[in-house]
């Protein structure tokens, strides 16, 4: 059996940024429906993560002036497709 190709989450945008909070969106192809968000502060080694089943996500409880590495991934079983943009936010 072969699995169908996923398809990379494209066009990743952050915007509405404040010192606490931003959005991040993104457009994908018509046969996904999920999402995996990660995110993490520059400075640290472990992810933050959250599945989401619409093309944005409202970052929240995020710390002032940090910067922070965000990444979306579409859900297509075991090959999930990692967006190619490791976009970066600086929170101010």
Do not use: F, H
Request: glycine share 4%.
């Amino acid at each position: 059996i072969v699995a169908a190709d996923c398809v990379t989450p494209a066009d990743v945008e952050v915007s509405g940024i404040t010192s606490t909070t931003a959005t991040i969106s993104w457009s994908s192809g018509d046969d996904v429906t999920s999402w995996i968000v990660k995110y993490k502060k520059e400075t640290d080694s472990e992810w933050q993560q959250t599945t989401v089943n619409t093309t944005s996500y409202s970052l929240t409880n995020l710390d002032p002036a940090t910067t922070y590495q965000l990444t979306v991934s579409s859900v297509c079983g075991e090959n999930n497709a990692e967006s190619a943009l490791g976009e970066v936010l600086s929170v101010m």
